[in-house]
C-alpha cells in the first residue's frame, strides 16, 4: 500500500529526515517509536504534503501513485487521514458543518456522490455514539475550547466519518490520561479492517498497550534504525532508547 | 435634436438661473455641476419649492465646503465638473440582447452564488419582461397589496414627494442634515434616486422588504436617497444592495440613509455591498462614500445596522445610531473585507443621549492582498446618558503579509455611570489551520472561505436568512486568488 524509499526531507533547509525506508501492507499496523527530534511528526508532515516540508530525495508510492507529486488535499481525496498531534482550532466553523464540508469534499474526489444532510446527520450520529461522545460535541466550534482529550476523540471520529485507506496518528496519545487514551484506543480498534492500515507516530510504549501494532520501527536521527514486532516495544520500554542507539553503532 | 443641443449648451453655458420648460427630452445631462443642474434635477422631478431650496441650500453649502482630507484612505483628487449629475434609468432595450452577450466572467461569479437563471438575466440587464422574470407582476402587485392593506408605504422618494409630501417634507435632512459632510452637502444638493418608507404606529410590516427590493430596485442610484420612519412600536427590515457583482459607470456613488424610529418602533437596516473594487492592479472601482445615520427618537427604540462591505475600491461609511430615547439600543455588525488594491474605512458612531441606552459593536475586518481596512468608531456618552452602556469588539483578519488592519476606537464619557467595553483581536489565518482543513480533503480556496466565515459568523447570523447563504459565497468569491 505504502512504499517509502530513501526518503529525504528538511525544515528550513536543515535535514531531518536521511534516507528512511518504509513499506506498509494492506490491513497492517505498523508504530514508529523514538526519541524527540528523531523525524517521528516530520514523516507524518511529509506523507500528508505540508508545504514547509521540503522532500529532498527519494519517493514514496502510495496505492502506486507517486504521493509526492501531490497536493494535501489530493492524498487526502486518495484516502490518507492524519490524526493530528495538535488538532487546530476553527473558530465559528461548527465542528458538524467542517465534517460534513470534509467528508463531501473527499467523496467528490473519489467521484462518489456527495452526502445530503439527512444521511450525513445518520452517519454521524452513528459515528459519534462509536466514539462515546455527545452529541452536543458536533454543535461546537471545531476544536475551540475543547480539552486534549476531547481534540483527540474528535480526530478520530474525523477518521470514522472518512473511512481512510491509510491513517497516519500522530501522537495520538500525547496529552491524554489513562482513561482519555482508553477511549481514544477503543475507537481506533474498532476502525480496523482488512483494507485499512494505520501509522501511528510515539514516543511512548504505553499507547501500543492498547493498540497493538503489527510492526514497530524505532527512529533515530531520520532513519528507521531497527524493526520488529510488539516484543520490541517492550524492549524499548526496558532498555530506553539509548540501548537502540549504541546498538546501531 | 437642435433644440435640444441648445437647452444643453446653455446649461453648460451656466447661464440659466431659472427653471426649465418641461418640453426637454433629453434624459441625461452633460458633466458638469452648477445651480442650474440642481434646479433641472428638481424641475425634472417635479418637485414642490421647499425641496428646491432645500437642494440650493445644500449646494451653496457644499461649494463653501473643503473636500475632506483622508486620514487612511489614499485617494486620487476627483473631478466634481466630470460627473454627470442626472440620467434616466436605463431603458430595457439599450441591454444585452440575451445572457450570450453578456461578459461569461459575470455570468460565472452568479452560478457561483448560485442565482437563479432568470434572475440572471434581470440582474445582467437582458432585456426581458418583468413578468418572464418573476412568475409575473402579479408577484410584485401582491406585494404591493400586502403592504398597503397594512398601511405601509414603500415607494420612490420623487414618488412619496408627490403623494406624502407632508411626511418627507417633516422627517428629511432631520438626522443627516445637509452641512453634515461634503458628500452629504452634495447628495442633498442632487440626489435623484432614493427610497421611502413609513411603518405606521403598532405595524409589523409585514414582509422583508429585502424581497421586494431584490425584484423591484435593481438599479442603484449614484446619488440615492432613503428615507424609512417607523412610527411607535412599529417594526420594520429593509434589505438595500445584492451580492451579486454590481458595475456602474460611475464612479463616485454618495448616498444618504435616514432613519427614524419612534418610541418602542425598531428598524433593521442591512445592506450588502458588492460595487465593482476594481481589478487587481487597483485600476477602476467605484467611491463608496455613504452618510447613514439612524435616530431612535423615543424611549426604548431599536435600531440595528448590519452590513457586508465586499466590493468598491474605496468605502467610507461610518452607519451610526443617535440613541435619544431612554433605554434605546443601537446596534452595529459589520464585516468589510478588503482585497487587492482595495480600501476601506468603516465604523459607527454611537451617540447616547438617553438614560439607560445600550449600544452593540460588533465589527469583522479582513484583509487579503494588499487592501487595507480600517476601523473607526466613536462611542459618545453624554451628560444626560445616566447608566448608557456600550459593548464593543473589534476583529481584524489578515490573510498575507501585504495588507493592514488599523482600528481607531473614539470614546468620550460625560456620565461617570456609563460602561463601555471595547475588545480588539488581530489575527491571521494560519499555515496551521489551512493545513488542517486541506487535510481534511478540501481545497485551499474553501479552506479560506470557511475559516473567513467562522470569523464573520456573529455578524451573517444578524441578516436575513437568505442573504446570509448568499454572502456567505460572497466572501469566498471575493477572496479568490488571495491565497496561494
Request: hydrophobic letters at 35%.
Amino acid at each position: 500500500m505504502l512504499k517509502i524509499e530513501n526518503l529525504h526531507a528538511s525544515v528550513e533547509g536543515k535535514p531531518i529526515l536521511k534516507g528512511l525506508n518504509l513499506e506498509i501492507g494492506t490491513g497492517e499496523i505498523h508504530a514508529i517509536m523514538g526519541p524527540n527530534g528523531s523525524g517521528k511528526s516530520t514523516l507524518a508532515a511529509v506523507l500528508t504534503g505540508r508545504d514547509e516540508y521540503e522532500v529532498t530525495g527519494g519517493s514514496v508510492q502510495f496505492m502506486g501513485k507517486d504521493l509526492l507529486d501531490l497536493e494535501p488535499e489530493e492524498r487526502a481525496h486518495l484516502g490518507i487521514f492524519l490524526g493530528f498531534q495538535y488538532p487546530v482550532e476553527i473558530p465559528g466553523v461548527s465542528n458538524m458543518y467542517f465534517m460534513k464540508a470534509s467528508i463531501n469534499a473527499v467523496r467528490k474526489g473519489q467521484g462518489e456522490k456527495e452526502l445530503d444532510a439527512m444521511d450525513f446527520l445518520k452517519l454521524v450520529k452513528e459515528k459519534v455514539a462509536l466514539m462515546e461522545m455527545r452529541d452536543e460535541f458536533l454543535h461546537r466550534a471545531v476544536n475551540a475550547g475543547f480539552s486534549g482529550g476531547e481534540k483527540k476523540r474528535n480526530e478520530i471520529l474525523q477518521m470514522a466519518l472518512l473511512e481512510p485507506k491509510l491513517a497516519i496518528l500522530d501522537e495520538i496519545d500525547s496529552g491524554l490520561d489513562i482513561d482519555a487514551l482508553k477511549v481514544v484506543a477503543r475507537g481506533v480498534n474498532a476502525q480496523k479492517r482488512d483494507d485499512r492500515s494505520v501509522l501511528m507516530v510515539t514516543h511512548y510504549q504505553r499507547l501500543l498497550d492498547y493498540i497493538v501494532p503489527d510492526f514497530i520501527h524505532v527512529m533515530s536521527d531520520g532513519k528507521i534504525i531497527k524493526s520488529g514486532d510488539k516484543s520490541l516495544a517492550l524492549e524499548l520500554e526496558e532498555k530506553g532508547y539509548g540501548w537502540i542507539n549504541q546498538d546501531a553503532a | 435634436m437642435g433644440e435640444q443641443n441648445q437647452e444643453i449648451k446653455s446649461l453648460i453655458g451656466r447661464e440659466y438661473k431659472e427653471g426649465f420648460s418641461t418640453d426637454i427630452e433629453s434624459d441625461t445631462l452633460p458633466p458638469g455641476l452648477d445651480e442650474g443642474v440642481v434646479r433641472f434635477i428638481s424641475q425634472k422631478k417635479g418637485e414642490p419649492e421647499w425641496l428646491l431650496e432645500h437642494r440650493l441650500e445644500a449646494f451653496e453649502r457644499w461649494k463653501k465646503m473643503p473636500e475632506p482630507d483622508w486620514a487612511k484612505l489614499d485617494i486620487e483628487p476627483m473631478d466634481y465638473q466630470a460627473i454627470s449629475y442626472y440620467s434616466a434609468p436605463k431603458r430595457p432595450e439599450d441591454g444585452p440582447k440575451s445572457l450570450d452577450e453578456v461578459d461569461p466572467r459575470l455570468l460565472e461569479t452568479y452560478e457561483k452564488l448560485g442565482i437563479p437563471i432568470d434572475e440572471q438575466k434581470m440582474l445582467a440587464g437582458v432585456t426581458v419582461a418583468v413578468d418572464a422574470v418573476f412568475d409575473s407582476v402579479s408577484v410584485v402587485t401582491t406585494f404591493k397589496k400586502t403592504l398597503s392593506e397594512a398601511g405601509v408605504i414603500f415607494c420612490p422618494l420623487s414618488e412619496a414627494l408627490q403623494e406624502h409630501p407632508e411626511l418627507v417634507r417633516k422627517y428629511l435632512g432631520t438626522v443627516v442634515p445637509t452641512s453634515d459632510n461634503y458628500f452629504s452637502a452634495l447628495n442633498a444638493a442632487v440626489f435623484s434616486e432614493g427610497s421611502f418608507v413609513y411603518i405606521p404606529k403598532g405595524t409589523r410590516c409585514p414582509m422583508e422588504l429585502s424581497t421586494y427590493f431584490r425584484i423591484n430596485a435593481m438599479n442603484t442610484g449614484q446619488f440615492e436617497r432613503t428615507l424609512i420612519i417607523a412610527d411607535e412600536g412599529a417594526y420594520v427590515s429593509y434589505l438595500e444592495g445584492c451580492t451579486a457583482p454590481q458595475r456602474d459607470e460611475n464612479q463616485l456613488h454618495a448616498a444618504v440613509v435616514e432613519l427614524i424610529a419612534m418610541k418602542d418602533a425598531e428598524i433593521k437596516y442591512s445592506t450588502v455591498q458588492n460595487w465593482y473594487p476594481g481589478d487587481e492592479n487597483g485600476v477602476g472601482g467605484i467611491y463608496n462614500f455613504v452618510t447613514k445615520r439612524g435616530i431612535c427618537k423615543g424611549d426604548n427604540a431599536k435600531i440595528s445596522w448590519t452590513q457586508v462591505e465586499t466590493g468598491s475600491a474605496i468605502t467610507w461609511k461610518y452607519p451610526s445610531c443617535i440613541l435619544q430615547g431612554d433605554n434605546s439600543i443601537g446596534e452595529f455588525y459589520s464585516v468589510a473585507l478588503t482585497n487587492n488594491y482595495q480600501q476601506a474605512d468603516t465604523g459607527t458612531k454611537m451617540i447616547h443621549l438617553g438614560k439607560g441606552s445600550s449600544s452593540t459593536i460588533i465589527s469583522k475586518g479582513i484583509s487579503a492582498g494588499k487592501g487595507q481596512n480600517t476601523y473607526r468608531g466613536l462611542v459618545h456618552m453624554a451628560r444626560s446618558a445616566e447608566g448608557a452602556r456600550n459593548y464593543s469588539q473589534c476583529d481584524s483578519l489578515l490573510l498575507g503579509d501585504r495588507c493592514g488592519a488599523h482600528t481607531f476606537p473614539y470614546m468620550e464619557i460625560k456620565n461617570p455611570s456609563a460602561t463601555v467595553e471595547h475588545e480588539a483581536t488581530t489575527s491571521k489565518i494560519g499555515d496551521d489551520q489551512l493545513f488542517y482543513c486541506r487535510q481534511r480533503g478540501l481545497s485551499e480556496e474553501d479552506a479560506v472561505s470557511m475559516i473567513v466565515n467562522g470569523f464573520c459568523k456573529e455578524v451573517f447570523k444578524e441578516l436575513p436568512m437568505e442573504f446570509a447563504v448568499e454572502a456567505q459565497k460572497l466572501l469566498g468569491i471575493s477572496l479568490e486568488g488571495a491565497v496561494g
